[in-house]
Structure formats: C-alpha cells, structure tokens
C-alpha cells in the first residue's frame, strides 16, 4: 500500500501523528503544575497548548482519512479504522477540556479537566500501540511483496547508498 500523501516518498500522516501527541503531552504536563500550585500562567499556557493539539490533530486527522482510501479491506483497514478512531477520541476528549475553559478569565485547568486529559492522554497510548501494529503490517506486506530480492540488483547484492572509496 503506497500512502497518498508523501514528502520525497515517505509517508506524511505518521510524522503528523507525532505533533498532535506531544502537544497533548504538553498541555497535560502545564495543567499539571497549574494544578499542583505553579504560576496561572501555566494554566493558559496549557489552555493555548490544547488548542494547538487539537489545530494538528485535525490535519492529521485529513490525512489519515486520506490514506484511509488507499488500505485493502482486512485486518490492516479494521486497524487503521481503530487506529484513526481512538485518536478521534483522544481529540473529542481535549476538545471538551479546552471548551470546558475557554469562558473563563484565567483559562486555567482544575483537577477534573486534569483526570480528564489524563484518561485522554491512556486513550492516546492505546492509538500509539494501534500505530505501531499498523507500521509492523505495512512494513510485513513490503516484505511479503518484495522481499530481499526486492532490494538487491540482479547480482544478489544490497546497493550501497554511497559510493565506496
């Protein structure tokens, strides 16, 4: 399965994934210290680091269902359907923590915006196994469809990237 969306042919929704995860991780972390006593300001630091997430999760949510098009009906596209799925989830969840704050003065976070973005950021470790299976299939279908000898020129030789001195 080749991905719709590439840059100099890799696929782009998989480096995406990586920026909606590590806001979240982020805005989690300064609603953490806003609620254990740290500076107000952590707590709309947090507020605009949700809002941030949730901004890159929905490119990444585009793009998924981009490659979604392309994923053969089995066991890869029921994975890739939960894998996109719980990560909606995971977004729905900081969504309605950052809406739970955004008509406040202060935006800061509470304890129960805290336990909520926690179970979200649990619902997020479930997609990042989810991902992870879904990279091993595709990665095992290359294998299965090519194999070494995929790679290796009519001689039966790996090419080297660079040219040997």
Request: glycine share 12%; with cysteine.
């Given at each position: 399965m080749q991905?719709?969306?590439?840059?100099?042919?890799h696929?782009?929704?998989?480096?995406?994934?990586?920026?909606?995860?590590?806001?979240?991780?982020s805005a989690t972390i300064f609603d953490l210290t806003d609620v254990v006593g740290?500076?107000?300001i952590?707590?709309?630091?947090?507020?605009?680091?949700?809002?941030a997430a949730l901004v890159a999760a929905a490119l990444t949510a585009v793009a998924g269902m981009v490659d979604l098009w392309d994923v053969p009906g089995d066991r890869t596209r029921r994975t890739?359907?939960?894998?996109?799925?719980?990560?909606?989830?995971?977004?729905?969840?900081?969504?309605l923590t950052c809406l739970a704050r955004s008509h406040?003065?202060?935006r800061g976070a509470s304890a129960a915006i805290l336990v909520t973005e926690l179970v979200a950021l649990a619902v997020g470790?479930?997609?990042?196994?989810?991902?992870?299976?879904?990279?091993?299939q595709f990665d095992?279908?290359?294998?299965?469809?090519?194999?070494?000898?995929?790679?290796?020129?009519?001689?039966?030789e790996i090419p080297r990237p660079w040219p040997s001195r």
């Amino acid at each position: 399965m080749q991905s719709r969306l590439r840059v100099q042919g890799h696929p782009i929704q998989p480096m995406l994934v990586t920026f909606p995860l590590g806001l979240f991780v982020s805005a989690t972390i300064f609603d953490l210290t806003d609620v254990v006593g740290g500076p107000a300001i952590l707590g709309e630091v947090g507020y605009w680091t949700g809002v941030a997430a949730l901004v890159a999760a929905a490119l990444t949510a585009v793009a998924g269902m981009v490659d979604l098009w392309d994923v053969p009906g089995d066991r890869t596209r029921r994975t890739a359907i939960a894998f996109n799925l719980v990560n909606a989830v995971m977004a729905g969840m900081f969504l309605l923590t950052c809406l739970a704050r955004s008509h406040s003065p202060q935006r800061g976070a509470s304890a129960a915006i805290l336990v909520t973005e926690l179970v979200a950021l649990a619902v997020g470790g479930v997609g990042v196994h989810l991902g992870a299976r879904l990279m091993r299939q595709f990665d095992a279908g290359r294998a299965e469809a090519g194999g070494l000898e995929a790679l290796a020129g009519s001689t039966g030789e790996i090419p080297r990237p660079w040219p040997s001195r």
